[in-house]
């Protein structure tokens, strides 16, 4: 059966095509910002909560940390609301067909967010009465949202391959995982693994402003994180390679060096994650910092052009026209701009109230 003939009909967009493709590309990377430290405080807390099973002082790092993990939750999963719904503006035609067909592994991640989330809270109000049962808590955290994760890696993977598609006629119960695609686990790894890394950023940072404020014990904890950073790094480079490998050889080179743009993109990705390493072991956190958010900006657009590539033959006759209606598109950057500056403010207050004293 011709793929073709199981692409839905797009709808008409009412700006330009590349117009959405820039919101998409921008709120993605402020996702997977926010994605991978979420994830990376989870397990921050997971190896605090095993390393000091009896704390000794009355504010212990995991305490701390999982304070905030509501937050941070709340800030991932409303960061990635932008970022699918412009997908399923450009792409709608592509990602509704992938959710059907993992329809029961889609519907049920909304149940694993929320169980995720009970389990945060109860990590912190039980935190006294759970004693030695914490760690569990936060690994049973940790586990679910790597699922929801891993879920969502297959979903974008069968958006991309409408070949596979045709499964739905052997299996049509909505549990289809692309297990014929071999970039899948590279794939997810790869976010894992850059979790892991920020876990480790994270801990260099708060050793780094412990040890700013006196605390010379911290320095240990500043130089550890750093040194995890950059060795988690350096094995992101290796399941990188992985994944590059599970693209056929003439597309690799047809996606590099076909376009003029995707391969300096993709140099400059790896000149920043190599210098991100070299930053991490010299003990230069803010350095680390910003060279950490550039190579997964760089990574972001290099993981579109590769999907752009896969869809190519599919896109041209399935590519939604453009009717031009400004005036939804003024109101939305209004509604925008408007956003941006609440949470601005929010967040301003929110730093204030804490400088305060009580």
């Known amino acids: 059966m011709d793929p073709n003939q199981l692409i839905p009909t797009p709808d008409v967009l009412s700006a ?8 998409l590309v921008g709120t993605f ?8 430290i979420m994830l990376g405080a989870l397990f921050v807390v997971f190896w605090y909560s095993i390393k000091n099973r009896t704390p000794k002082i009355p504010d212990p790092p995991d305490r701390l940390i999982s304070r905030k993990l509501p937050i941070a939750i709340a800030f991932t999963i409303n960061l990635g609301v932008p970022p699918l719904l412009f997908l399923q503006v450009i792409y709608g035609n592509f990602i509704y067909v992938s959710s059907v067909l993992m329809a029961v592994y889609w519907l049920s991640l909304f149940v694993l967010i929320i169980l995720a989330y009970y389990g945060v809270y109860l990590f912190n109000f039980k935190y006294d009465s759970l004693a030695r049962r914490r760690s569990w808590v936060m690994g049973l955290v940790i586990a679910l949202i790597l699922v929801v994760g891993f879920f969502f890696t297959n979903s974008l993977l069968l958006m991309i391959d409408p070949k596979s598609w045709t499964r739905y ?3 049509p119960w909505g549990r289809i995982i692309h297990t014929a695609e071999p970039s899948l686990v590279p794939r997810y790894l790869h976010f894992v693994l850059a979790s892991l890394a920020t876990g480790g950023l994270i801990m260099g940072l708060i050793g780094w402003w412990k040890e700013k404020q006196g605390e010379t014990e911290a320095g240990e904890t500043f130089s550890q994180g750093l040194f995890f950073y950059a060795l988690v790094t350096m094995l992101q480079f290796l399941v990188g390679a992985w994944y590059l490998g599970t693209i056929p050889q003439g597309a690799l080179a047809q996606i590099m060096f076909e376009g003029r743009v995707i391969f300096p993109i993709f140099l400059l990705s790896v000149i920043l994650g190599i210098t991100s390493i070299l930053f991490g072991f010299s003990r230069l956190p803010w350095h680390t910092t910003i060279t950490f958010v550039l190579t997964v900006l760089f990574m972001v657009l290099f993981r579109y052009a590769v999907r752009g590539f896969y869809l190519q033959p599919y896109i041209e006759n399935n590519r939604p026209e453009s009717a031009y209606q400004f005036s939804p ?11 941006i500056a609440s949470v601005t403010y929010v967040i301003r207050l929110a730093l204030r109230n804490r400088r305060e004293p009580s």
């Open 29 to 36: 990377t402020l996702h997977l910002l926010a994605a991978n």
């Open 169 to 171: 006629f052997s299996e």
């Open 16 to 23: 330009p095509w590349e117009l959405f493709n820039l919101l």
């Open 329 to 339: 598109v003024f109101l939305f950057l209004i509604v925008l701009l408007i956003g």
